[in-house]
């Protein structure tokens, strides 16, 4: 792949890139079909989602990460996603 001469940095950035692209396309199709729905109260219970999320990326994530270490929040994101239903 031509990535590698630019280094892991940069590799990592155009994931991080495509899983953003990915998460609002998903986010766009939700308020698309939620307003078409329900009108402005579907614009205001997006609004209050975006901002649930917003502030507990902040706050609670970082937290997270830092009490219980980055191999203990892998590991768990790990089981996590094996449990899930496929």
């Known amino acids: ?49 975006y901002a649930v999320f917003s502030i507990s990326n902040l706050l609670v994530s970082a937290s997270i990460v830092h009490f219980l270490g980055e191999k203990y929040v892998g590991a768990g994101l790990e089981l996590i996603v094996k449990l899930l239903p496929a």
Not at 20 to 38: H, Y
Request: proline residues 0%.
């Open 1 to 49: 792949m031509a990535f590698h001469n630019r280094g892991e940095g940069f590799t990592n950035l155009l994931i991080l890139s495509g899983c953003l692209l990915l998460l609002f396309l998903g986010f766009n199709t939700a308020q698309f079909f939620i307003t078409s729905l329900l009108g402005e109260l579907g614009f205001w219970s997006l609004a209050v989602l």
